[in-house]
C-alpha cells in the first residue's frame, strides 16, 4: 500500500538554494525523482544552474533543459527554497 510521501531538503553547495524532494509513495525510501526516472539530487541542481529556463503557464511551473535533463520545479520562497516537481533525462541522452 503507498505511503503518503515525505519531503527532503538538500541545499545546492554552489548557490545556496535549497531544493525539496518529495519521495515516492510507492517506495518511502526513494526520491520520486530516482524511483520514477533514475535521476539524482545532483542532477535536479545542475540542471537548475545550467539550463534554460521557460515558464509553463499551464501547470503553474518552471520547466528547465539542458541537452540531458529535464526539471520541473517552482519557488517556494523565491531565490531562496525550490520544490521539485520532477527530473528526468531527456530522450536520446546518454
Given at each position: 500500500?503507498?505511503?503518503?510521501?515525505?519531503?527532503?531538503?538538500?541545499?545546492?553547495?554552489?548557490?545556496?538554494?535549497?531544493?525539496?524532494?518529495?519521495?515516492?509513495?510507492?517506495?518511502?525510501?526513494?526520491?520520486?525523482?530516482?524511483?520514477?526516472?533514475?535521476?539524482?539530487?545532483?542532477?535536479?541542481?545542475?540542471?537548475?544552474?545550467?539550463?534554460?529556463t521557460l515558464w509553463d503557464?499551464?501547470?503553474?511551473?518552471?520547466?528547465?533543459?539542458?541537452?540531458?535533463?529535464?526539471?520541473?520545479?517552482?519557488?517556494?520562497?523565491?531565490?531562496?527554497?525550490?520544490?521539485?516537481?520532477?527530473?528526468?533525462?531527456?530522450?536520446?541522452?546518454?
Amino acid at each position: 500500500m503507498p505511503q503518503a510521501p515525505k519531503f527532503i531538503r538538500r541545499t545546492d553547495p554552489a548557490t545556496g538554494i535549497d531544493f525539496v524532494f518529495k519521495t515516492d509513495p510507492d517506495a518511502p525510501e526513494l526520491l520520486h525523482i530516482y524511483a520514477r526516472h533514475l535521476t539524482t539530487v545532483q542532477d535536479a541542481m545542475t540542471t537548475f544552474r545550467e539550463g534554460e529556463t521557460l515558464w509553463d503557464a499551464t501547470h503553474r511551473r518552471f520547466e528547465t533543459y539542458t541537452a540531458t535533463h529535464g526539471l520541473y520545479w517552482f519557488w517556494l520562497e523565491r531565490g531562496v527554497r525550490v520544490m521539485v516537481v520532477s527530473c528526468f533525462r531527456e530522450e536520446g541522452a546518454d
